[in-house]
């Protein structure tokens, strides 16, 4: 399976980006898909899921600002990123539970959930 994230780039503080995974394979419906993000010197970290229903889950900090959403048709996954801010500049991969699998709240923020990891794409927000 391949996950292949785009639409990352440079963007001013208040601008707007969507990212986009497309997932390869069959089932996509089947999948819990989730988005994470990594600065420069830190480490990976949750930022927001989407369940096999559809049920969504944000980390705090981008909770009003960013959507995540899914297109079964299209076996995409996407973040949609409003008012961005410079602290949200990072790698941001999209990643892949295993086959029907449910997420909670807890555990779509958990990487060890997610088994299948897109190649990352970079979104730089300037000040």
């Known amino acids: 399976v391949q996950l292949q994230a785009s639409g990352g780039g440079l963007v001013q503080a208040g601008g707007s980006l969507r990212l986009s995974c497309a997932v390869s394979?069959?089932?996509?419906?089947?999948?819990?898909l989730g988005w994470f993000r990594q600065a420069p010197g830190r480490e990976r970290v949750f930022v927001a899921a989407?369940?096999?229903?559809?049920?969504?889950y944000y980390e705090d900090s981008v909770k009003g600002r960013f959507t995540v959403s899914r297109d079964n048709a299209k076996s995409t996954v996407y973040l949609q990123m409003n008012n961005l801010k410079p602290e949200d500049t990072a790698v941001y991969y999209c990643?892949?539970?295993?086959?029907?699998?449910?997420?909670?709240?807890?555990?779509?923020?958990?990487?060890?959930?997610?088994?299948?990891w897109g190649q990352g794409t970079l979104v730089t927000v300037s000040s």
């Open positions: 990643a892949r539970t295993r086959f029907n699998i449910g997420v909670s709240a807890i555990t779509a923020r958990d990487a060890g959930t997610y088994y299948d």
């Open positions: 394979g069959s089932l996509f419906s089947k999948y819990a």
């Open positions: 989407v369940s096999i229903l559809g049920r969504t």
